[in-house]
């Protein structure tokens, strides 16, 4: 790796496994998560929610991995052209003060409807990923979420969807002046690529 260029990515993922738990039926993670080889009476699929949760600690190399994985996939596709930096999307994984407008006294957090959809990208990529391993070549569309969640990852690339941070958003939106004739149009005197080049990139 070059001199003074070190890796910009989260060392946590962005869902646990506690959201996998809250996706779907924690059985069929349940099973995807047993070795074909151990499952005998003495090493069953965990069975209950809570201890599934546990396969996706750093104890348990599988589920840990399928975690990471998807929050790199995400991070590969929505940091092109520095529309994101990991930073950000590990600030919308937090809970965050309340805003005032919102019934916030300043001081009281909880986490924002952004982090669903971070947190649910996630998870339906992770869980792709543990049907890929149990049955290799499996496409993305025979998994449930997992190719509406690529289909999103695209969206997001492309720019026709955001995360709801503040700097994106405007970023993406166009001024809106009006004119002599008093009629409403977008300003394309300053293109909104240069107003906020970081999230566009260079073309």
Request: proline residues 5%.
């Amino acid at each position: 790796m070059a001199s003074g260029s070190l890796p910009r990515s989260s060392v946590t993922a962005y869902a646990t496994g506690a959201d996998m738990v809250a996706s779907r039926d924690y059985r069929q993670i349940a099973d995807l998560l047993t070795e074909p080889s151990t499952r005998t009476a003495q090493a069953s699929p965990p069975s209950t929610a809570a201890e599934v949760e546990t396969y996706f600690t750093t104890s348990n190399a599988t589920g840990y991995r399928a975690l990471r994985w998807a929050s790199g996939q995400i991070e590969a596709a929505v940091t092109i052209g520095g529309r994101y930096l990991p930073e950000d999307l590990q600030e919308l994984s937090e809970a965050q003060v309340i805003p005032t407008p919102q019934g916030g006294d300043g001081s009281t957090t909880a986490y924002m409807v952004g982090r669903d959809l971070l947190v649910g990208l996630t998870c339906d990529l992770a869980f792709w990923w543990l049907c890929k391993r149990r049955k290799p070549g499996i496409k993305a569309e025979d998994v449930a979420g997992a190719s509406e969640a690529l289909d999103m990852l695209d969206m997001m690339r492309r720019g026709d969807r955001i995360f709801p941070i503040q700097e994106t958003q405007e970023a993406a939106l166009p001024e809106v002046v009006t004119t002599i004739d008093g009629v409403l149009i977008e300003d394309s005197a300053e293109p909104v690529s240069l107003r906020a080049d970081r999230f566009f990139g260079l073309r």
